[in-house]
């Protein structure tokens, strides 16, 4: 659907400003002034919202009130992305993890309606998020089980059990996307898990009077390194010894500290290197963001 | 348990292939099981417009029991939406009925991004291929969007061969990968052979 912004609608006055808007957007996140970024993303939100509105009372034109939802997501996604950068940049990591949460909710709307071969950069986005992700030191979340005993359509407002609420969860009508409003919730438990419905509920060490630097020492690193929100990255893990200066005290021929009995050199001497991980941010490339061409461009 | 469950319909080659990227075995556990449906139909909790509608439906998903304290029973996460994308998508000509009483409906928000299939019950094994290709195209839907997600699948399917008067309870939890694969080898013919 968000291949619709390839196309000309004269039909829609807004829809030329729509894209010319669209390409500024890339030009500012690609000069990285994301100020400007998100003021564009916001006016395109405002076109798209117009169109919308004229395709659902006027030209009674579903599919284009569908596309117009995507475009609008499309460029939240890309002004939570700059909000996500002007984040990093001021040091505040863990802010910037909800602030990703938020991007990957709006990308996640793009991509289920747009081929991610399609171009808009929509599939470098989507594994760019991932590899993002893998720079935070989080594992582990809090989530919580409940028993609903009421689901409402957020379209039609029924029950989502209502033979007449043909609405389902996660699909698009007229430019709404149908959800379930839960009520007279029953909550039972909140669980650990590594791979919740939603990451914002992060886990913290009570007492740690780490900095924020150090607490994100590898986002730290990566901001000051790689300051470029296009730059594509694969983060890889691998093993690596590290030498331990705790066993310089010891001669070889001293007891070991670890209570063995035996001397250093045949007990933990053996090997002063200990394993640890070791990441290694291999750059791959840049999201590419075509210009969007108009289609007379394109004519003899 | 998982490996011998396996081993009754797979050889140890073909098992071998299913150890992922996740270094986890995929499960397709196969046990028997007592005239499942029957069960629900002899509970008092439901009342006997709930058991008429039911009759007539090729899939029943039933509501799970005792899994929460205070809360009898309800059914899986993903029920709302697969029950509402089964009805929109009516190609496949299954019938599918929700056993629980009109407005008594309960259902449950897990933890995790996993995918929470209700809980299925098939009165005959001809709807097999019918009801794993419905599971399989909802759960191809319902990862749109999320090219890098790798949630687990939850599937537990009963069914019933009424001539045989024999019911297997088939559970499936494993990555998304797996599922069609697991469920195409799976021989109908010999889900009924005397073990």
Known sequence: MLSILKNELMEFADFSKLKVNINKIYFELNSKNYAEVIEICDSCVELCERIKEKAVNITMDEEMANSMFVVTSYCQMLKYYSIFWQTLISGRFKDSWIVLQDTIDKLVDVTKFTDISSGFGINDFNNHLTELEKLYPYNLFASSEMVIRTKRCSICNRSVLDIDCIHIPGNLYWGQKAVTKNEDIEFQAVALVSHPMDKRCIMEISGDTRTEKEKFALLDYFVKQINNPLQLFSLKNEDRYYYNEDYDVLGRNDKCSCGSKKKFKKCCGKNKYEKGTHNKIILIGGIKLEPLRKIKEFSF | ?195
């Open chain 2, 1 to 195: 348990m998982i490996a011998i469950h396996i081993l009754c319909q797979f050889d140890i080659m073909e098992l071998l292939g299913y150890i992922t990227n996740w270094g986890i075995i995929i499960m397709l556990e196969i046990q028997e099981a007592s005239k499942p449906l029957k069960l629900y139909f002899d509970m008092e909790e439901f009342n006997d417009d709930t058991k008429e509608r039911v009759k007539k439906a090729d899939i029943i998903l039933l509501p799970n029991f005792d899994i929460k304290d205070g809360v009898d029973r309800a059914f899986q996460p993903d029920t709302v939406t697969f029950y509402k994308y089964s009805i929109a998508n009516k190609d496949n000509y299954l019938e599918i009925e929700l056993f629980e009483n009109k407005g008594q409906e309960k259902f449950l928000a897990l933890h995790s991004f996993d995918i929470w299939i209700p809980l299925m019950y098939i009165g005959s094994s001809i709807l097999l291929p019918g009801a794993i290709n419905l599971v399989s195209s909802y759960v191809y839907e319902r990862m749109k969007g999320r090219p890098n997600d790798e949630p687990t699948v939850h599937f537990n399917l009963l069914i019933e061969d009424k001539e045989k008067g024999k019911s297997k309870h088939l559970t499936y939890k494993g990555p998304i990968e797996g599922f069609e694969e697991n469920f195409k080898k799976l021989d109908i013919n010999r889900l009924w052979e005397d073990e």
